[in-house]
């Protein structure tokens, strides 16, 4: 895939019923927005049923309930309209292991694969965002002073808070270090970096080395 600017990507959320897919856990629900230059240009949202009944435990987490669910279609169905809005983009996701297990469990069960790469705005609010108290979506979005978008735990209010919050930490980056231009790429680079060195990774972009 060409090398792509780091705001413009789709940031996207799932509503599960469990952790794992590996355990049978299935999607409920998927939000994204697909930012590009830095502005959401278009919007995805559907619930999707998961072929069983969901438990309390996840009414009350979500807000989704069994009723919602009723009617609504499977997910095989949603996420074949999701490759589609997906296709020839990056995406970023708020602790993306989670998230990431959940898309490539549902795509392969449509037969469709995802080809852009990944990159974890939890892992790099940690790196850019040290003095927070944690680095949970909702501490992040008040530290960050970005503003709420809905109610957490549902999937477009989620990707909406986390490209709120991607998008700040790339105005801070290019605010304190005058870089003017950032990858997808070297936000990927800086999710991985100790974060003792962070300050000379980012002293690098600025330098263009």
């Known amino acids: ?23 049978g856990d299935r999607a409920i629900e998927i939000g994204a927005v697909l930012l590009e230059g830095g502005r959401i240009v278009e919007r995805f949202q559907r619930l999707m049923h998961p072929g069983f009944r969901i438990s309390r435990f996840i009414e009350n987490y979500t807000g989704i309930t069994n009723e919602m669910l009723k009617g609504q279609p499977r997910c095989e169905e949603v996420m074949v309209e999701f490759a589609e809005f997906l296709e020839g983009h990056n995406i970023v996701a708020h602790n993306a292991s989670f998230d ?5 469990a549902e795509l392969k069960r449509v037969k469709r694969t995802y080809e852009g790469a990944c990159c974890c705005s939890l892992l790099v609010s940690r790196r850019i965002y040290q003095d927070a108290p944690n680095h949970r979506l909702q501490t992040l979005v008040s530290h960050a002073g970005v503003s709420q978008a809905g109610r957490f735990h ?18 801070r980056i290019r605010r304190q270090y005058g870089v003017s231009t950032l990858f997808f790429d070297q936000l990927s680079e800086l999710s991985k970096v100790d974060r003792l060195y962070v300050h000379r990774y980012l002293t690098s972009l600025a330098d263009g080395r």
């Open 154 to 171: 549902r999937a477009l209010a989620d990707a909406e808070m986390t490209a709120r919050v991607w998008l700040s930490m790339i105005e």
């Open 1 to 23: 895939m060409r090398r792509t600017l780091a705001d413009s990507v789709v940031v996207l959320d799932f509503e599960t019923t469990g952790l794992s897919p590996q355990y």
């Open 100 to 104: 990431r297990r959940f898309l490539d």
